[in-house]
């Protein structure tokens, strides 16, 4: 059963536009959030992270928000560029129980169109 | 920065050999971890280790195994290799008190 769940698996936008890419998770033991950016033939690379007792980060054009009642969290990228084109998973762990292994969705292949 | 480093970045075997791959953390890391990514699949954990010592145990077979040596550094051992072992292999580290994983640029076995 998939704990972390990314249910659109591909977003198209437009340059300059906000990439809106969603993510559920059914774990209530979760307690942090990251999410990680991959190219093909690369290692996903570490781009923002969100702990269980805020509902919001932001870095730079990057903004992640938790809804912990709803068990959901979305980063929001604004304004998108061609270079964000990617696959974006989410990943959660739970900092106070297992060592810290992630467990990711399955990832959104984000397309940023000039 | 220096990142994590894995090796090779490329292997080929035949069913029911052996292979063993090797990855560096980012210095002053002490927590290594291990994940497999399938084709078209989310990343799924193997197994742990932290100062040495296995700290957790994902979905790894028993015909593989792994340890972290005395500088850090970890080998995943495979036997007995299967098509679908077949995948992209992933090592990550974290440093002391960090939450973050660094993701090294993987191994792509391809098992005949």
């Known amino acids: 059963d998939q704990q972390v769940k990314q249910n659109s698996p591909s977003l198209s936008v437009q340059e300059g536009r906000i990439s809106i890419l969603n993510c559920d998770y059914t774990?209530?033991?979760?307690?942090?959030f990251l999410w990680y950016k991959k190219y093909p033939a690369e290692g996903p690379t570490f781009l923002i992270s969100?702990?269980?007792?805020?509902d919001k980060n932001e870095d730079g054009r990057f903004t992640v928000f938790l809804n912990k009642s709803a068990k959901h969290l979305s980063l929001h990228i604004v304004p998108s560029q061609p270079g964000d084109s990617a696959v974006y998973f989410c990943?959660?762990?739970?900092?106070?129980?297992?060592?810290?292994?992630?467990?990711f969705g399955k990832g959104t292949k984000l397309s940023v169109k000039p | 920065a220096a990142g994590v480093i894995q090796s090779p970045r490329h292997l080929i075997k035949e069913k029911r050999e052996t292979a063993t791959l090797k990855c560096y953390p980012i210095?002053?890391?002490?927590?290594v971890y291990w994940y497999q990514q399938g084709p078209g699949q989310d990343p799924q954990f193997l197994i742990s280790?932290?100062?040495?010592?296995?700290?957790d145990k994902g979905s790894i077979p028993d015909r593989f195994s792994a340890q972290q040596f005395s500088d850090y550094h970890s080998e995943l051992n495979m036997s007995s290799l299967e098509l679908g072992d077949s995948a992209l292999y992933f090592c990550?580290?974290?440093?002391?008190?960090?939450?973050?994983?660094?993701f090294g640029p993987g191994t792509r076995l391809t098992v005949l």
């Open positions: 990550a580290s974290r440093g002391t008190g960090g939450i973050e994983q660094f």
């Open positions: 774990n209530s033991m979760f307690d942090y």
């Open positions: 969100i702990s269980s007792i805020k």
């Open positions: 990943a959660a762990t739970s900092v106070g129980g297992s060592q810290g292994n992630l467990i």
């Open positions: 210095p002053r890391h002490d927590t």
């Open positions: 280790f932290y100062e040495k010592m296995q700290s």
